[in-house]
């Protein structure tokens, strides 16, 4: 396999795990690129749910949607009895959806500098 269509379809699957996120209606959905940083992952990315619920059906979306794609399944999902805090492991591409609180706490955007930073989700709109 040529490297660059391993990029491709890695940016691919980034894409589609932000697409699915954005549709369940993900809360400060931010993408870091990790590429040049580590070696564990090329992506990541993290989300928050406005509860635990919320946080389990983002997981099983995702799950879902790379299933109705055939596409390989996460080689794992953990934290999925509490709901405070769920990781798909999807290889290259690591999700952590979470409480506010929960994020709040273990701040991992604080492990990577801003220049690892690809997208940050837009500012809520304020209410009238």
């Known amino acids: 396999m040529n490297p660059s ?8 699957l980034r894409d589609l795990a932000v697409a699915v996120l954005e549709d369940a209606k993900a809360q400060d959905l931010q993408v870091f690129d990790l590429r040049e940083r580590n070696t564990f992952a090329d992506y990541m990315i993290l989300a928050s749910g406005t509860s635990s619920r919320q946080v389990k059906a983002m997981a099983d979306r995702l799950t879902m949607k790379l299933k109705s794609l055939g596409l390989p399944p996460p080689l794992g999902v953990e934290g999925e009895q509490g709901g405070e805090w769920v990781l798909v492991d999807l290889a290259d591409v690591v999700v952590h959806l979470m409480l506010p609180q929960t994020r709040a706490f273990y701040n991992l955007e604080k492990l990577w500098d801003a220049s690892t930073r690809e997208r940050s989700a837009a500012p809520p709109a304020q209410s009238l």
Do not use: G, I, L, W
């Open 5 to 12: 269509d391993n990029a491709e379809s890695v940016q691919r």
